[in-house]
């Protein structure tokens, strides 16, 4: 079946670096990953979207890449900042074989605390 | 500005309750979800719809009803509350088509079934 992991352990790092986050998936082959943000008891946030043709996507201080070959997406913030600091998930398209909608399936997210 | 709003931000109810979850958005999406989200879970897809009257089972359906009358209204329905129905539960809507549109979601309801 399909399977998306991230890291369930918090990541904690100093104000100022960079935070590297992990999407692996096993079993499918998506054409498009999404990263979100969440914040405590409030809906997920989209962030950034890439293609399964493109390597990396940058959006202001964000970065993603997609590595389809080891089926995997590394999520990066660089100068972090304690506003920073939410639970972030990724989410995969599940490819339908028909025009028809394309559902995304959502990995259970890693909390990610900036420090100042 | 984007927005997808839900009738309510807490709701508590009594097992064998019927219970009414409303969504509306204002972007003029076809595609409408809803999700479960709980701790170690993740988000977890009830039902969805791409269009008015349409609608398709997602993971976890069992326990759940949906109904869209109108493009901007998706109401997720629990015909008899259990506990296990205790959950975060999110709504959100997207662009149709082939392509992965991102999807905008609502606060969410946080629902408690005693």
């Known amino acids: 079946s399909q399977k998306i992991e991230q890291n369930s352990e918090a990541l904690n790092i100093q104000e100022g670096k960079t935070a590297t986050l992990t999407c692996n998936y096993t079993?499918?082959?998506?054409?498009?990953l999404q990263w979100y943000r969440q914040d405590p008891g409030r809906g997920p946030v989209f962030l950034l979207l890439i293609r399964e043709n493109e390597k990396e996507k940058r959006k202001e201080r964000l970065k993603v890449t997609f590595d389809t070959t080891l089926k995997q997406s590394l999520f990066h913030i660089t100068a972090s900042q304690p506003a920073d600091s939410a639970t972030y998930l990724c989410a995969l398209d599940t490819r339908p074989s028909s025009g028809a909608t394309n559902k995304l399936i959502f990995g259970t997210g890693t909390l990610l605390a900036v420090q100042p | 500005d984007v927005k997808v709003t839900q009738s309510s931000r807490y709701l508590v109810k009594r097992t064998g309750e019927k219970v009414f979850l409303e969504c509306v958005q204002d972007m003029d999406h076809e595609n409408m979800f809803w999700y479960r989200q709980d701790p170690g879970l993740g988000l977890r897809l009830i039902y969805f719809?791409?269009?008015?009257?349409?609608?398709e089972k997602g993971d976890i359906p069992e326990g759940y009803s949906v109904s869209r009358e109108k493009k901007e209204r998706f109401s997720l329905i629990l015909e008899s509350a259990s506990t296990n129905q205790t959950s975060m539960y999110l709504c959100?809507?997207?662009?149709?088509?082939?392509?992965?549109?991102?999807?905008?979601f609502g606060p969410g309801t946080r629902l408690t079934v005693t």
């Open positions: 719809s791409y269009d008015v009257k349409m609608k």
């Open positions: 959100a809507s997207s662009l149709f088509g082939g392509y992965a549109y991102e999807q905008y």
């Open positions: 079993n499918y082959s998506p054409a498009y």
